[in-house]
């Protein structure tokens, strides 16, 4: 590193991104700062006004008059408003150099961005586009399912295979990784926010009754399971009855909302056992000896690990911090520059 390059890293800061559907993660380097805030921007729809971003839009989300917008700027692990999502990255930046510790202050950082292994050049283009316009001096694109391999301390480099599975809000990303590139690559938009919208359609359907995302959210998160237990938790929820248009509530069991997540964790399994069929015999049973690892806040809900286990006959293991894992993969990554480099020909793009 040359001396003017010391200089500059004196003051600015190298800034890991998990950019997620539902939340936006961010690890600063060399700082004790972690930022997790909700992938939300509240906007003034009249005149495009950012109004808040992260924990105080999300708080507006189904609450706001007609002239207040509150958005979600990803769409299954995609940009889909490039305002917005410019805005939040430079919400997250400003943040950064608010919290800081330093006294002398340049925000220009460089940013490790976790992208899902499936977008397109145009999406990539998007990315570093909001990132350069909200202020980055180097922008690093790596895909989410190596960073999270990475976060989760795997052999990425090593000439072995390491199974990935990252369910995250947007999508799905699954796999396979040896020497330092993705050998198995699949990418699908089933994942939290599917889940949701699962429950959503159940009660619906099943009680007519309409439930808002944050409503179904929280069913999913204290009911939300994917292998039958012994005790079946129940729990109210309030919502309007479609026919009547008036409030209504109801008492709803973990049973019921393991059925109503059943064929979206059903197409994540098939997805996970094409990955395999498509994975050369030498990983294979790399894989069946060490495991298959499963990180993103789908990991959480109960019984996934006895489910995915049972089905695809391999055994799965929970990362440490699964919602963490590629943001702690960005931060490694950061912090080493020959493991930037050695994973930089395949998965990794820079721009300068």
């Given at each position: 590193?040359?001396?003017?390059?010391?200089?500059?890293?004196?003051?600015?800061?190298?800034?890991?991104?998990?950019?997620?559907?539902?939340?936006?993660?961010?690890?600063?380097?060399?700082?004790?700062?972690?930022?997790?805030?909700?992938?939300?921007?509240?906007?003034?729809?009249?005149?495009?006004?950012?109004?808040?971003?992260?924990?105080?839009?999300?708080?507006?989300?189904?609450?706001?008059?007609?002239?207040?917008?509150?958005?979600?700027?990803?769409?299954?692990?995609?940009?889909?408003?490039?305002?917005?999502?410019?805005?939040?990255?430079?919400?997250?930046?400003?943040?950064?150099?608010?919290?800081?510790?330093?006294?002398?202050?340049?925000?220009?950082?460089?940013?490790?961005?976790?992208?899902?292994?499936?977008?397109?050049?145009?999406?990539?283009?998007?990315?570093?586009?909001?990132?350069?316009?909200?202020?980055?001096?180097?922008?690093?694109?790596?895909?989410?399912?190596?960073?999270?391999?990475?976060?989760?301390?795997?052999?990425?480099?090593?000439?072995?295979?390491?199974?990935?599975?990252?369910?995250?809000?947007?999508?799905?990303?699954?796999?396979?990784?040896?020497?330092?590139?993705?050998?198995?690559?699949?990418?699908?938009?089933?994942?939290?926010?599917?889940?949701t919208q699962d429950?959503?359609?159940?009660?619906?359907?099943?009680?007519?009754?309409?439930?808002?995302?944050?409503?179904?959210?929280?069913?999913?998160?204290?009911?939300?399971?994917?292998?039958?237990?012994?005790?079946?938790?129940?729990?109210?929820?309030?919502?309007?009855?479609?026919?009547?248009?008036?409030?209504?509530?109801?008492?709803?069991?973990?049973?019921?909302?393991?059925?109503?997540?059943?064929?979206?964790?059903?197409?994540?399994?098939?997805?996970?056992?094409?990955?395999?069929?498509?994975?050369?015999?030498?990983?294979?049973?790399?894989?069946?000896?060490?495991?298959?690892?499963?990180?993103?806040?789908?990991?959480?809900?109960?019984?996934?690990?006895?489910?995915?286990?049972?089905?695809?006959?391999?055994?799965?293991?929970?990362?440490?911090?699964?919602?963490?894992?590629?943001?702690?993969?960005?931060?490694?990554?950061?912090?080493?520059?020959?493991?930037?480099?050695?994973?930089?020909?395949?998965?990794?793009?820079?721009?300068?």
């Open positions: 590193m040359t001396s003017s390059n010391t200089f500059w890293n004196f003051f600015t800061f190298d800034i890991g991104i998990d950019l997620g559907t539902a939340n936006t993660l961010v690890f600063v380097k060399n700082q004790d700062i972690n930022i997790s805030e909700p992938s939300v921007v509240a906007l003034n729809s009249k005149t495009k006004e950012i109004l808040a971003v992260g924990s105080e839009a999300q708080k507006m989300l189904g609450r706001t008059p007609a002239s207040i917008v509150a958005i979600r700027p990803l769409k299954d692990g995609v940009i889909s408003d490039f305002d917005s999502t410019k805005e939040m990255i430079h919400y997250f930046i400003e943040k950064v150099h608010k919290d800081s510790k330093k006294i002398f202050k340049i925000a220009r950082p460089r940013i490790v961005i976790g992208i899902p292994s499936a977008i397109t050049e145009v999406e990539k283009k998007a990315v570093i586009d909001a990132a350069i316009s909200a202020g980055a001096r180097d922008v690093y694109l790596i895909q989410e399912p190596m960073a999270a391999a990475i976060g989760c301390n795997l052999p990425v480099t090593e000439a072995m295979g390491s199974f990935i599975v990252d369910i995250g809000g947007g999508t799905s990303d699954i796999a396979v990784i040896s020497l330092g590139g993705i050998v198995v690559d699949k990418s699908i938009r089933i994942a939290g926010d599917e889940l429950i959503i359609n159940y009660v619906r359907g099943k009680y007519n009754l309409l439930i808002g995302e944050r409503s179904a959210e929280q069913l999913k998160i204290t009911l939300g399971n994917a292998y039958p237990r012994k005790e079946n938790k129940k729990a109210e929820i309030k919502g309007r009855d479609i026919l009547l248009g008036l409030p209504k509530t109801i008492t709803i069991s973990e049973a019921e909302i393991r059925e109503a997540m059943s064929n979206s964790l059903n197409i994540i399994i098939e997805a996970i056992y094409d990955a395999l069929e498509e994975t050369p015999p030498e990983l294979v049973s790399d894989i069946t000896e060490r495991g298959i690892y499963l990180t993103g806040g789908g990991a959480l809900i109960s019984g996934i690990k006895k489910l995915f286990s049972e089905k695809i006959k391999v055994p799965f293991i929970i990362a440490d911090d699964p919602l963490k894992s590629v943001v702690i993969g960005a931060s490694k990554i950061l912090e080493d520059v020959n493991l930037l480099e050695s994973i930089s020909s395949s998965d990794s793009e820079d721009y300068i």
